[in-house]
T-cell receptor
Framework: DGGITQSPKYLFRKEGQNVTLSCEQN?????MYWYRQDPGQGLRLIYY???????QKGDIAEGYSVSREKKESFPLTVTSAQKNPTAFYLC???????????FGPGTRLTVL | AQSVAQPEDQVNVAEGNPLTVKCTYS??????LFWYVQYPNRGLQFLLKYITGDNLVKGSYGFEAEFNKSQTSFHLKKPSALVSDSALYFCAVRDYSWGKLQFGAGTQVVVTP
């Protein structure tokens, strides 16, 4: 898991509530990513950021939002618009978008 | 569009036997290929990558992978499996022109003593 931390490890949310997942890296990487993992579906890209103050939508961005105000931080907000938010969320970073990615330990979100 | 297929949901192997996890890919240009491993409730760990050069790539923990351009495959191999190799393995591909990684669905490896 290296120098990428995600918090909390487990998160429970009531329907209709927004929740923010934290991702911090001390690897001095420019690029950061958010993935969602569901059983049997591999990883799907939610958002990615190549540099500070810039980010792009991935394959499944609807119902999610991000910010990249600092190089080391890339928080993900799961909004009430996300219809099926229960999943395992993984944050990753890389020196640039053409390098291998390094992953954090993940946050398991459960909507009650 | 790029895609990755891992045709086996699960691979069972006895400890000490060779382990192979299959991966085939489709990209429009030259592929960048990666293997990652995931232990339960953990993030993914990078094992190895193919960018260019030798078709046989050596990685972490005794794993290696063979790139076969004609068969568009990048199978992961280990000569002698350990019980501790039991985990979920993901193959990923990236097209040279775009940094997004496309992941396969994953293959669960079970190594029995």
């Amino acid at each position: 898991d290296g120098g990428i931390t995600q918090s909390p490890k487990y998160l429970f949310r009531k329907e209709g509530q927004n929740v923010t997942l934290s991702c911090e890296q001390n690897l001095n990487h420019d690029a950061m990513y958010w993935y969602r993992q569901d059983p049997g579906q591999g990883l799907r890209l939610i958002y990615y950021s190549q540099i500070v103050n810039d980010f792009q939508k991935g394959d499944i961005a609807e119902g999610y939002s991000v910010s990249r105000e600092k190089k080391e931080s890339f928080p993900l907000t799961v909004t009430s618009a996300q219809k099926n938010p229960t999943a395992f969320y993984l944050c990753a970073s890389s020196p640039g978008i053409y390098n291998e990615q390094f992953f954090g330990p993940g946050t398991r979100l459960t909507v009650l | 569009a790029q895609s990755v297929a891992q045709p086996e949901d699960q691979v069972n192997v006895a400890e000490g036997n060779p382990l192979t996890v299959k991966c085939t890919y489709s990209v429009s240009g030259n592929p960048y290929l990666f293997w990652y491993v995931q232990y339960p409730n953990r993030g993914l760990q990078f094992l190895l990558k193919y960018i260019t050069g030798d078709n046989l790539v050596k990685g972490s923990y005794g794993f290696e992978a063979e790139f076969n351009k004609s068969q568009t495959s990048f199978h992961l191999k280990k000569p002698s499996a350990l019980v501790s190799d039991s985990a979920l393995y993901f193959c990923a591909v990236r097209d040279y022109s775009w940094g997004k990684l496309q992941f396969g669905a994953g293959t669960q490896v079970v190594v029995t003593p």
